[in-house]
């Protein structure tokens, strides 16, 4: 420790004020007291620098007092030495120097920290002329006037300033100090000097991180709120207290908590976008009237919030706050604690001219699959007829037979009721090969039922019958065990089915194969999944034109349009399904395959 009078003249030893304090107290004592206290509060101020924490003027007096004798007792020789460099490695780590200061005889004395923290060897002599030198030039005369003030004041004080380093490096420190009378009734000041650089680079950092996120929340053109989400915390940290692990089931057995949920969540902010969507006057508004149409949504966002997600996002439909039903991409992130609070950023895109331009597209979809289905039937008329012709030749044989029975001197009834059976199940025959017909060629909005693919494909293959027999080809339908159904429109999945038979079978005629063989199978792919596939044992496809089978008007038929098959892929993607071909089947042709979901609760309608 060094100490110099401000005048220059011979250093004195000034009585020691722990010495009056504590006068029989052997060193040994002080020492040991000295030391502990030194390394707890040094402990203490180092994990306050790092996590940023202002310091109390109590707390560093202590801790200043404690250094000064420790490191006054450090000087001494022998068994005081562990504990100055206990010390001195503290006061390292917290970056916290202590100095001494008495204002009357002009006597300063600095640790080794401060001496560091000023970047000068420990040999210098400390003045407050070597302050100011070291002092940035803009915080000279502010730096000045604190050390006049403090001097005539005679009280507490607080500063903070930039330091000039000799290799131009800026260093900022704030030096706190407390004055106390000695035993000579000479007023001191006793402190700290902190180098707290890395904490305003910090600051400054954090400061420039909200700036930038206040200024991505205002300006970003999408409708963001900020929700304050710690009374719905505090609901799941009581259910957690309680044992439930699952959110869902809970909600099965409590659905009334799924609207206490909705009113524990309050908007703290919103950006402009969220203000022109939704409205103003969000301050306050329970929730529950924003998820007045799909509080099925909401259900879902805060079951995957007890699951502990980051985020969730769905498309859905809101209501704002003058009563407007918007089509919306909703997006959740859970952000932790902002000032103090438990808080959610909720996003919002309005989708609404997606959904409508969607809807167009899936209207004009519906017409192309229309003149699909009646062009199809146009190349099927013969087979049509020869349909519709069975039933009506048959229904005329029972008909003149019956007449033959009657006509007959003794009138057999029992044949004539028989006959008349016959008629009837023709005529019903007839009915429904006319009812197929008209559902084909009918254009009407999907409907989409539970349904068996295998029963759509055999309700097919009977409508394919005759054009099949004509054309010499065998059709086989090889079902898979206890197939599960799937949730789509007949009419619909029925084109697909017929579009691939038709396109088989042309394919194996264009090229004059005389035995010709269609399978078409269906698997469960996966519990989810099931998979339908059309293979024949033509020509197959052409490796070049595999992956632009499904291109609008792509086509290597002699007469084709290449509407067919992009039909298909529209149809089963709307179904939630794929679709795509090989090259290569089991039995040497084309293989065609499509996939649909397998029909579960959650497909139906809401509210069904």
């Not at 009585?15 to 502990?36: F, K, M, N």
């Not at 199978?521 to 499904?550: K, M, W, Y």
Request: charged share 25%; glycine share 8%; net charge neutral.
């Amino acid at each position: 420790m060094t100490l110099e009078r401000l005048d220059g003249s011979r250093p004195v030893e000034p009585q020691r004020w722990w010495h009056r304090v504590l006068p029989d107290w052997t060193i040994q004592d002080r020492s040991q007291l000295w030391a502990w206290i030194s390394a707890v509060l040094a402990l203490l101020s180092a994990t306050c620098s790092l996590l940023g924490y202002n310091f109390t003027a109590i707390a560093l007096t202590a801790f200043l007092a404690a250094s000064l004798v420790a490191i006054s007792l450090a000087r001494r020789p022998g068994e005081h030495e562990h504990q100055a460099a206990y010390l001195a490695e503290a006061q390292k780590l917290s970056q916290t120097g202590s100095f001494g200061w008495n204002v009357v005889t002009g006597e300063l004395f600095w640790s080794d920290e401060t001496f560091r923290i000023f970047d000068l060897a420990s040999t210098a002599r400390p003045s407050l002329g070597l302050v100011l030198k070291r002092t940035h030039p803009d915080d000279v005369t502010a730096v000045r006037e604190a050390i006049d003030r403090a001097a005539k004041d005679k009280g507490d004080f607080s500063h903070e300033s930039r330091l000039m380093l000799d290799d131009g490096a800026i260093r900022t420190i704030r030096v706190v100090a407390r004055g106390m009378t000695n035993g000579r009734g000479q007023f001191e000041f006793v402190g700290a000097v902190m180098d707290i650089t890395a904490q305003k680079k910090a600051h400054v950092e954090l400061e420039r991180s909200e700036q930038r996120y206040r200024h991505l929340f205002s300006r970003i053109p999408i409708a963001l709120r900020q929700l304050d989400t710690s009374r719905l915390v505090a609901l799941f940290r009581k259910l957690r207290a309680e044992g439930v692990t699952d959110l869902g089931s809970y909600l099965d057995s409590h659905p009334d908590f799924l609207r206490t949920c909705m009113d524990a969540l309050s908007v703290q902010e919103a950006n402009e976008w969220a203000i022109q969507s939704f409205g103003a006057g969000f301050v306050g508004r329970p929730m529950s009237e924003t998820w007045r149409e799909r509080p099925d949504t909401f259900r879902r966002a805060i079951e995957s919030r007890f699951r502990g997600e980051t985020h969730f996002e769905e498309e859905t439909r809101m209501v704002t706050w003058d009563g407007r039903v918007v089509d919306v991409l909703f997006t959740t992130a859970r952000v932790g604690p902002i000032n103090n609070l438990e808080a959610s950023l909720v996003a919002t895109i309005d989708i609404s001219e997606r959904i409508r331009a969607q809807e167009k597209l899936r209207q004009v979809q519906a017409e192309f699959a229309h003149a699909s289905r009646v062009s199809m039937l146009g190349e099927l008329t013969a087979s049509i007829a020869h349909e519709v012709n069975q039933p009506l030749a048959a229904i005329a044989t029972h008909g003149a037979a019956g007449l033959r029975w009657l006509n007959r001197p003794t009138a057999d009834l029992a044949e004539v009721r028989s006959a008349i059976e016959n008629m009837v199940a023709d005529t019903r025959r007839a009915a429904s090969i006319v009812a197929r017909i008209h559902g084909m060629a009918a254009r009407k909005a999907p409907e989409r039922h539970c349904l068996s693919l295998d029963e759509i494909i055999r309700e097919s293959i009977l409508f394919l019958r005759h054009e099949m027999e004509s054309r010499g080809v065998t059709i086989l339908h090889e079902s898979g065990s206890a197939a599960p159904h799937v949730f789509g429109d007949r009419t619909q999945l029925q084109q697909v089915i017929v579009n691939l038979a038709i396109n088989a079978v042309q394919a194996m005629t264009q090229l004059g194969y005389e035995e010709r063989r269609i399978v078409i199978s269906t698997a469960a792919q996966d519990a989810a999944t099931l998979c339908c596939s059309v293979e024949d044992n033509g020509p197959g496809i052409a490796t070049e034109h595999v992956g632009r089978l499904f291109e609008s008007f792509f086509t290597t038929k002699e007469s084709g349009m290449g509407m067919g098959l992009p039909i298909c892929r529209s149809i089963v993607e709307a179904h939630g399904g794929r679709i795509g071909a090989g090259g290569s089947a089991t039995h040497g042709g084309a293989r065609f395959w499509f996939t649909l979901p397998v029909s579960s609760r959650s497909d139906l309608p809401a509210g069904a």
